[in-house]
């Protein structure tokens, strides 16, 4: 049988060291590769657990499609149809190009990949949530608004119950999709959120409260829950795009104890509050917006 199946025991040195440690982690939660090893690494890993141990090697396993370009071929020196993934990277960011491919195709389908796709993710969502923040800190310095999660206990505005049900709904979502290694369905649902949800509607629609002369509770309210959404949303999209969402983390610390994570990767993933969803406040937005884009 080929070395890879012994990949399991061999990177911790089992049987000859990390005994408890390797009981610990085997047999793998997930592994992931592409789907020409159905009858490769897929199968000598199960061969050798099983004859060894009597027991599978992976519980799940992450069959990936082929990358394909933009016609439908698959990418080849041959054809002249291959993408450099480093020059990709150089000019669209690996976050970008990450969340291209994460959110256009589900990971065991193929992906026919256009460069052009990535420019429009740059600027439809990292875009839309780059200038969402950068609204956000030109009014809160202005302010002087220092973020404290014990404000959100007393939200009392519609468009804030609004908003902070949409993230509860979209946090329960996230952990699902994730859970169950659906990562396109997680991605395509926070940039719903943020381009939609939180910018076209919730931002626009509370502008007036972020301009006040003097600041009032209702003004406090709307730092307050456009802070805690793209705090949120910083700890969500973490796994994918991982450098923006750092960057976002920390500038949204500014302000706060010393004691805040130094980093959205030692932060803990968001905690569902049932108590902040109302479907029906939801339906009724969503009849809102439904006639509002009708009319438009």
Not at 129 to 138: D, E, G, S, V
Not at 156 to 179: H, R
Not at 184 to 200: D, M
Request: proline share 5%.
């Amino acid at each position: 049988l080929p070395i890879s199946g012994s990949m399991p025991y061999a990177q911790w040195h089992y049987p000859f060291e990390n005994k408890e440690k390797f009981k610990t982690l085997f047999p793998a939660d997930f592994i992931a590769e592409g789907v020409d090893q159905t009858r490769g690494w897929f199968y000598t890993l199960h061969a050798i657990a099983s004859m060894v141990f009597d027991s599978p090697a992976y519980k799940t396993v992450v069959s990936n499609g082929l990358v394909l370009d933009k016609n439908g071929q698959k990418m080849s020196k041959r054809l002249g149809n291959a993408v450099d993934p480093f020059e990709t990277m150089d000019r669209f960011g690996a976050d970008a190009t990450r969340w291209y491919m994460v959110s256009n195709a589900q990971p065991w389908d193929n992906l026919r990949f256009d460069s052009e796709g990535i420019a429009e993710v740059q600027r439809k969502f990292f875009g839309t949530l780059y200038n969402t923040y950068n609204f956000f800190a030109l009014y809160a310095n202005i302010e002087g608004f220092t973020p404290d999660k014990k404000e959100l206990h007393s939200v009392s505005n519609p468009l804030d119950l609004w908003i902070l049900s949409e993230l509860n709904s979209l946090v329960a979502s996230v952990d699902t999709s994730c859970a169950e290694y659906e990562p396109t369905r997680a991605a395509r649902a926070i940039q719903e959120f943020t381009v939609e949800n939180l910018s076209n509607w919730f931002v626009r629609l509370s502008r007036r409260r972020f301009w006040k002369s003097e600041q009032g509770s209702d003004q406090l309210m709307a730092f307050s829950t456009l802070h805690h959404c793209l705090e949120t949303v910083a700890l969500l999209m973490a796994p994918i795009a991982p450098f923006f969402a750092d960057r976002l983390f920390g500038d949204l610390q500014s302000g706060r104890s010393s004691d805040a994570p130094s980093s959205v990767h030692c932060a803990d993933f968001p905690q569902l509050d049932e108590k902040r969803i109302d479907q029906e406040l939801q339906w009724r937005m969503r009849k809102a917006q439904k006639i509002t884009s009708m009319i438009l």
